[in-house]
């Protein structure tokens, strides 16, 4: 069974930058595209971003665009969050999620995220 | 931008039926997915493309969908169940995720 332990959650004051980690415990880590899902105190879900499993092809909501990049080692089956410019409205509980999809050639069916990160959290305050 | 539009609360006593609907213009060409977040968890996903059930999910919990309109149904309700429910889909121009606003189901 395939964990993600997300990590690198912390205080930092507006204006500042922080890094988040997600490592997965399971084989075939490549083969899969993954999200960063965010949820602020008392709030709802809210998808930061994606990056691709077939060629590392990334998406990221509106709210988070030029200041946050998403990326991956899949040598060290690993996905990152790099944040700068970080604002009040960034706090918030970050997961970090895996798609659960079949790819055959020609064919991409995704059936949602199967598999959540316990979160690390955020806080941007001064 | 693109939106989905849940109640924020559905209550219910234990044993009834649970009804969760979940509303965007793109539904009629775009998968739902719901997902249960009970307070201090991450999410899990308790229903894909509108009606499949992932293994290990009771089959008390199914989905249903109908023209903008997607329903998350619980049947026999169970304590348990009292949690956030989230549905999920993409917006149709971008295929960006799109999540609903949460529905806060309680268990009387």
């Known amino acids: 069974e395939t964990h993600l332990v997300d990590s690198g959650g912390r205080q930092v004051k507006p204006g500042g930058s922080l890094t988040l980690s997600c490592v997965s415990t399971?084989?075939?880590?490549?083969?899969?595209?993954l999200n960063w899902v965010r949820q602020a105190p008392g709030k709802g879900l809210e998808w930061v971003s994606s990056i691709s499993f077939r060629n590392n092809d990334v998406f990221y909501a509106d709210s988070v665009k030029g200041r946050f990049t998403i990326s991956r080692d899949n040598a060290k089956r690993s996905m990152y969050l790099q944040m700068n410019d970080l604002r009040p409205e960034d706090t918030a509980v970050y997961f970090c999620?895996?798609?659960?999809?079949?790819?055959?050639?020609?064919?991409?069916?995704?059936?949602?995220?199967?598999?959540w990160g316990r979160g690390t959290t955020v806080t941007v305050s001064s | 931008s693109y939106e989905l539009t849940q109640p924020p609360s559905v209550s219910v006593s234990p044993g009834q039926t649970a009804r969760i609907t979940c509303s965007g213009d793109a539904l009629p060409k775009q998968y739902a997915y719901w997902y249960q977040q009970k307070p201090g968890q991450a999410p899990t996903l308790v229903a894909y493309r509108d009606t499949k059930r992932p293994s290990g999910i009771p089959e008390r919990f199914s989905g249903s969908s109908s023209g903008t309109t997607v329903t998350l149904t619980i049947s026999g309700v169970q304590p348990e169940d009292e949690a956030a429910y989230y549905c999920q889909s993409a917006d149709i121009t971008s295929s960006y995720v799109v999540f609903g606003g949460g529905t806060k189901l309680t268990v009387l």
């Open positions: 999620t895996r798609d659960w999809a079949s790819v055959t050639p020609g064919e991409y069916i995704y059936y949602g995220m199967d598999v």
């Open positions: 399971g084989v075939y880590f490549s083969n899969y595209s």
